[in-house]
T-cell receptor
Framework: EAGVAQSPRYKIIEKRQSVAFWCNPI?????LYWYQQILGQGPKLLIQ????????DSQLPKDRFSAERLKGVDSTLKIQPAKLEDSAVYLC??????????FGPGTRLTVL | QKEVEQDPGPLSVPEGAIVSLNCTYS??????FMWYRQYSRKGPELLMY????GNKEDGRFTAQVDKSSKYISLFIRDSQPSDSATYLC??????????FGTGTKLQVIP
């Protein structure tokens, strides 16, 4: 079975610009997660979707971050405008149930 | 105080050594305990998954949970250079919202 796909793998932007990341979960996985992993830290949950509904977005900085999961499959995460402190790896994960989460390779964002 | 504390290392051991990785936590609601392995520039992959207290063994890996002490461990026997990675502990009250430790970087020297 194909894993979680993410694109782009790397992105470099200047502060105040906007950026979008894309995630395609494993087929049949209803739950999709976006995490932010700052260098030297563990992943921090930004948002969790169950099908196309939001389950938890309590740690999403909603003034600049947005995410959607249209049709309950692919998802996009957007940052607008970006700040220097947004430099991190953005990980997408999916799961069939509440248990094992499968992670994608991540998108490494550098904000200059 | 962070909910999950994990020594960042780095931890350097010779090939064949027994490795002990540990995490402590403060949230008594945590019921699900996980260990992930993350290679450089890759996403985390699940190694071990346990519910509540006790031990779980899978090949060279053993996970232990002591809820009374709020302490979890991962042991790696006969460590190999391919085990060199960052190991993340993770915990959840329900299996859904997962809180990760900062990760311990392990290097196994041939």
């Amino acid at each position: 079975e194909a894993g979680v796909a993410q694109s782009p793998r790397y992105k470099i932007i200047e502060k105040r610009q906007s950026v979008a990341f894309w995630c395609n979960p494993i087929s049949g996985h209803a739950t999709l997660y976006w995490y932010q992993q700052i260098l030297g830290q563990g992943p921090k949950l930004l948002i969790q979707f169950q099908n196309n509904g939001v389950v938890d977005d309590s740690q999403l900085p909603k003034d600049r971050f947005s995410a959607e999961r249209l049709k309950g499959v692919d998802s996009t995460l957007k940052i607008q405008p970006a700040k220097l402190e947004d430099s991190a790896v953005y990980l997408c994960a999916s799961s069939r149930s509440n248990n094992e989460q499968f992670f994608g390779p991540g998108t490494r964002l550098t904000v200059l | 105080q962070k909910e999950v504390e994990q020594d960042p290392g780095p931890l350097s051991v010779p090939e064949g050594a027994i490795v002990s990785l540990n995490c402590t936590y403060s949230n008594s609601a945590f019921q699900y305990f996980m260990w992930y392995r993350q290679y450089s520039r890759k996403g985390p992959e699940l190694l071990m998954y346990t519910y509540s207290s006790g031990n779980k063994e899978d090949g060279r890996f053993t996970a232990q949970v002591d809820k009374s002490s709020k302490y979890i461990s991962l042991f790696i026997r006969d460590s190999q250079p391919s085990d060199s990675a960052t190991y993340l502990c993770a915990m959840s009250p329900s299996g859904q919202k997962v809180t990760f430790g900062t990760g311990t970087k392990l290097q196994v020297i041939p």
